[in-house]
């Protein structure tokens, strides 16, 4: 069950977490020595990219990132498969004949997921400076965020009858 307390916990493990992850790289960032000239071709600069420019041994560096990654990722992933787990057989073993509105509840969130997750897998790596990858880099920085808000507000009755009027206005503007 949601409390406010387990509420609470799980704000403040996801900011220490995030504070960690985040002191742990860049103090580690801060011990690697640089040449002179450096350019990051991304539209933000982030360690893997750093480690690519760095003439200091890096190794050490590329294992804690590696990590890091699967524990937090793999962390992440593992409570929201546990999450939608618990929620699919609660729905399933209630009386309620109709459980669509309990599982529509829950596609805006894999929705968002789905996304991000996408786009994670687009992201491009420290290693390509196309236009490309520099467009995919905005795809994941930019469109997640965007639908969130999107993707939710879509459950609200006035908002689907916003996008029901403005979809048959078209419609009926291309006829």
Do not use: W
């Not at 977490?17 to 450096?38: D, E, I, P, R």
């Not at 609200?156 to 009858?161: F, I």
């Amino acid at each position: 069950m949601m409390n406010p307390q387990f509420s609470v916990h799980m704000t403040m493990d996801s900011l220490l977490s995030g504070l960690v992850y985040a002191g742990v790289h860049t103090g580690n960032t801060f011990k690697l020595s640089f040449h002179q000239l450096n350019f990051v071709h991304q539209f933000f600069c982030d360690v893997p990219s750093l480690l690519r420019l760095s003439c200091s041994f890096t190794t050490i560096n590329m294992v804690l990132i590696l990590v890091s990654a699967v524990v937090l990722c793999g962390g992440c992933f593992i409570f929201i498969a546990m999450s939608y787990i618990h929620i699919y057989s609660t729905v399933l073993k209630s009386p309620n004949k109709a459980p669509g509105k309990a599982f529509s509840t829950c596609i805006p969130h894999i929705l968002v997921v789905s996304v991000f997750l996408r786009s994670e897998y687009l992201r491009p790596s420290a290693t390509s400076d196309t236009l490309q990858d520099l467009i995919l880099s905005a795809f994941y920085t930019m469109v997640p965020p965007f639908l969130n808000p999107l993707i939710y507000s879509l459950r609200n009755k006035q908002m689907k009858e916003a996008v029901r009027r403005v979809m048959g206005r078209q419609l009926l503007s291309e006829k």
